[in-house]
């Protein structure tokens, strides 16, 4: 399985050199598009199998304009399938990286990378915090999830790094009261935060003049849930720093990041291929349309014209800073509400994760908040659940809420979509920061 790329190319891009034209990166994805639909036809029997039910082959697929003659597939299409039939024969699933999605669109998956396409992914992302103005000398705080480390995914380069005094980092967890997480970044000093946008934006409404005369970020970087434009001003002036985004998930690591000058996002397109659908169509630059991607660099679980069921507003073929990168002018990504409850806490939804994780059963999935008091988990079964499974979650259910919260399982046979056209995994009917956002204002 040759899925390296030319060396000296992705040098000269992930360094940002001004050299690295339009028409290279063109180049390197249609040659990189070739190797990997012959590399699915051969080895993986998912897509042998999707390509022969529509008449295709490898030699039909040539540059980006034949990209479309492919049908679309889903976490739904994936999710239901063995290891085998989604992994390329002849690597080791046992030391495949595995990462769990976190469900945002409301179907979880498992997506499985080798070490070297986890190392290439993150150094696009180490490219983004270059690009914002991270310095090896700078304190990154993380204000996030705390997951589990696969022990498959060793970072001694990282380690080795933070032993020499480099790229310092530390991890706050979220679910943290915000006063908590203030009276931990005084005590870090950080001069980078890092983190979930909704997140970022409770801690910054704590803050006060004299925590900014101690919490002096040069910048903050967040991503993961949509931050609205009256978050993000909130955001700068709380930390007192500019605030730049990025737009990622776990399928495809990172996939655009908010251009400096400009305001609209680079897509990664060294990275992945990003197309912007419209009732089936490519949108027009303006246009909001269905975001599907494929990475180049996924060989081992192999990705292509993946629906990631997130919205965004297509922008220009070409960024006016002169960056070689397309654009996305808008994402209206993952809209995570966070739960208030009835003793004063905040629920972060991502706590709710654990019920799904120990439900395999559920296909498709919602949280939603209908009173303080009371959550229903609208759950789509792959199969019907035994009363022995809906009990487990039951139980794990009052251990997160605790016994003051009326908690349901309402079983579907589906979730139907938000008028906007988005799925919202985490919706609160009591108080919502996405409820009133006009995102045609946004276009």
């Not at 495949?96 to 696009?124: A, D, Y």
């Not at 659908?277 to 679980?301: C, H, N, Q, V």
């Not at 073929?317 to 995570?336: E, N, V």
Request: with cysteine.
């Amino acid at each position: 399985m040759n899925s390296r790329p030319n060396p000296l190319f992705m040098l000269r891009s992930l360094l940002g050199r001004p050299g690295v034209a339009r028409a290279e990166i063109e180049a390197f994805q249609n040659a990189r598009l070739r190797r990997l639909v012959r590399h699915a036809w051969d080895n993986v029997p998912y897509y042998r199998r999707l390509f022969e039910r529509h008449g295709l082959k490898p030699q039909d697929i040539r540059t980006l304009a034949d990209l479309a003659s492919i049908p679309l597939s889903s976490k739904k299409d994936l999710q239901p399938l063995p290891t085998e039939d989604v992994v390329a024969r002849g690597v080791d699933v046992n030391q495949l990286i595995v990462h769990q999605t976190s469900g945002s669109t409301g179907q979880p998956c498992k997506i499985r990378r080798t070490w070297f396409e986890e190392r290439m992914l993150n150094l696009f992302r180490w490219r983004v915090k270059w690009y914002f103005g991270l310095r090896a000398m700078d304190r990154q705080v993380s204000i996030g999830l705390r997951r589990p480390s696969d022990p498959r995914n060793d970072r001694f380069q990282q380690r080795l790094l933070q032993a020499l005094g480099l790229y310092h980092s530390s991890v706050l967890d979220c679910r943290q009261p915000p006063q908590n997480i203030v009276r931990q970044l005084r005590d870090l000093h950080p001069t980078v935060v890092n983190g979930l946008s909704g997140s970022l934006w409770r801690v910054s409404l704590e803050l006060g003049d004299a925590d900014r005369r101690v919490i002096r970020p040069r910048f903050i970087h967040c991503g993961g849930e949509v931050l609205t434009p009256l978050m993000r001003r909130q955001v700068s002036e709380g930390f007192g720093a500019p605030v730049y985004e990025t737009y990622g998930s776990f399928e495809f690591n990172i996939i655009a990041w908010e251009c400096k000058e400009t305001g609209d996002y680079h897509t990664c397109d060294d990275a992945l291929i990003v197309e912007v659908l419209k009732d089936g169509r490519p949108a027009a630059p303006g246009e909001r349309g269905e975001l599907i991607a494929t990475s180049l660099y996924s060989f081992a679980m192999p990705l292509i014209r993946f629906r990631l069921g997130d919205i965004v507003t297509r922008g220009a073929a070409l960024c006016a800073c002169g960056k070689p990168f397309s654009t996305i002018r808008a994402i209206q990504g993952r809209m995570a509400d966070c739960f208030p409850l009835p003793d004063g806490r905040r629920l972060h939804p991502f706590e709710l994760g654990i019920l799904i994780n120990n439900a395999p059963w559920v296909g498709k999935f919602q949280f939603l908040q209908e009173r303080l008091d009371r959550i229903i988990m609208r759950a789509v079964p792959l199969a019907a659940p035994s009363p022995e499974a809906i009990a487990r979650v039951r139980e794990l259910a009052a251990q997160q809420l605790g016994p003051k919260i009326e908690f349901e399982i309402a079983l579907e046979s589906d979730i139907p979509l938000e008028p906007s056209g988005k799925f919202r995994t985490f919706r609160s009917l009591v108080n919502s920061n996405y409820d009133d956002l006009d995102w045609s204002a946004m276009s």
